[in-house]
């Protein structure tokens, strides 16, 4: 059985019509590949807003991060 | 152009989030800024680091051996972990952030290995600097300014006025600022 890669939503034709015109000249390709590029960027937003709580074992991952980059020895 | 002789100003953010670009911009407005040859440029940083010992900055912020007193009314970069050590005095940090994805990637290259558990790293470091934010914003001995490296190169202008604004500075020297805007410099971009 093929996995389903994709699936169709629906936007309101007015919407699509102003995401043709702003997507004309640039890299996108599509309609579809804008509206993916932008609720990526959405949710991706989202979750860096979480709050969160710093955890030591963070710490020791962005230490260690910086000791490979030498910014700490 | 002059800044305020009691002040410490930093540039600051993740590492890989445009700090050295920041620092350049700085140094076009023949604003004063500290740095050392002590780590050269090379693929990662082309026209160079512009930091102090090497980057190993933070060590001396721990270990409570960093002169702040010698660089009053001048910038020096301190990436974001360096921000915990920071003594009591009066600063002004210019914060520097980047799409995550971008600073990761750039991370990677910089260490030249793929990190296999990019998602945990990614998490922690967001958490990491949305702590920093956090405690900075809460000190009272110090201002800051958050300027997005993405939207920079975007409108480099609007961005860079902001800065002027932020240190007190006329707008005498904005277009040599602007001409520091690399986009080929921009070598991990995601589309726009």
């Known amino acids: 059985m093929n996995e389903k890669k994709f699936i169709n939503i629906q936007i309101p034709t007015a919407l699509a019509n102003k995401i043709q015109k702003r997507i004309e000249g640039t890299e996108f390709a599509s309609i579809s590949s804008y509206v993916t590029y932008v609720l990526g960027e959405i949710l991706s937003e989202t979750e860096e807003k979480t709050e969160e709580t710093f955890t030591k074992e963070d710490e020791e991952k962005v230490k260690n991060r910086l000791r490979a980059l030498g910014y700490l020895d | ?192």
């Open chain 2, 1 to 192: 152009m002059k800044l305020d002789k009691k002040t410490n100003y930093i540039v600051s953010g993740l590492e890989r989030s445009g700090t050295s670009m920041l620092m350049q911009i700085l140094y076009a407005a023949d604003i004063e800024i500290s740095f050392d040859n002590s780590r050269k440029p090379d693929d990662n940083n082309p026209r160079g680091y512009f930091e102090l010992d090497g980057g190993k900055i933070i060590n001396l912020l721990i270990n409570g051996e960093f002169n702040f007193d010698k660089y009053k009314a001048k910038f020096i970069k301190i990436t974001a972990y360096g921000l915990r050590f920071l003594p009591p005095g009066k600063y002004k940090i210019i914060y520097c952030e980047r799409n995550i994805e971008e600073v990761l990637d750039s991370m990677e290259k910089m260490i030249g290995i793929k990190d296999k558990n990019r998602d945990d790293t990614k998490k922690s470091f967001i958490r990491f600097n949305n702590m920093i934010k956090k405690e900075i914003n809460n000190r009272k001995d110090t201002q800051s300014l958050y300027i997005d490296y993405n939207e920079i190169l975007l409108d480099p202008e609007k961005n860079i006025k902001k800065i002027l604004n932020f240190l007190d500075l006329p707008h005498l020297q904005l277009n040599k600022m602007i001409e520091i805007v690399d986009k080929t410099l921009y070598r991990q971009r995601k589309i726009i």
